[in-house]
């Protein structure tokens, strides 16, 4: 179990940068395959990113590819979500999700979420 708390988001002009944070309570975050979802109003929650436990490995949409970057810090027990270019059609509540084992992409595999942060693109 791992309690996560993300921070971050806020209010960009379309072709600007953000990077949002995911901080994870406990000793045991290299155990824990971590992934960033997000979710539009009206819309189901989407995949974006993930990432294995020893940072080895990492996956994202090709919508995002090229753009976003994901990446983790053990020693600070955080996984980051860094936006570039950031477009309107990226307007949704990012966030962050922790399982054990494999990586996955359906949102009921995750144990572990946390409270989202608002991430808003103005054209």
């Known amino acids: 179990q791992v309690q996560l708390v993300e921070s971050g988001g806020g209010l960009v002009q379309a072709g600007g940068s953000l990077r949002v944070s995911c901080a994870a309570s406990?000793?045991?975050?290299?155990?824990?395959?971590m992934a960033w979802f997000r979710q539009a109003p009206g819309k189901e929650r989407e995949f974006v990113a993930s990432i294995s436990g020893n940072g080895r490995w990492t996956y994202n949409v090709d919508s995002v590819k090229g753009r976003f970057t994901i990446s983790r810090d053990n020693s600070k027990n955080t996984v980051y979500l860094q936006m570039n270019s950031l477009k309107p059609e990226d307007t949704a509540v990012y966030y962050c999700a922790a399982k054990l084992g494999s990586q996955a992409v359906t949102p009921p595999l995750y144990e572990n979420w946390g409270q989202g942060t608002q991430v808003t693109v103005s054209s």
């Open positions: 406990g000793r045991t975050f290299s155990n824990y395959h």
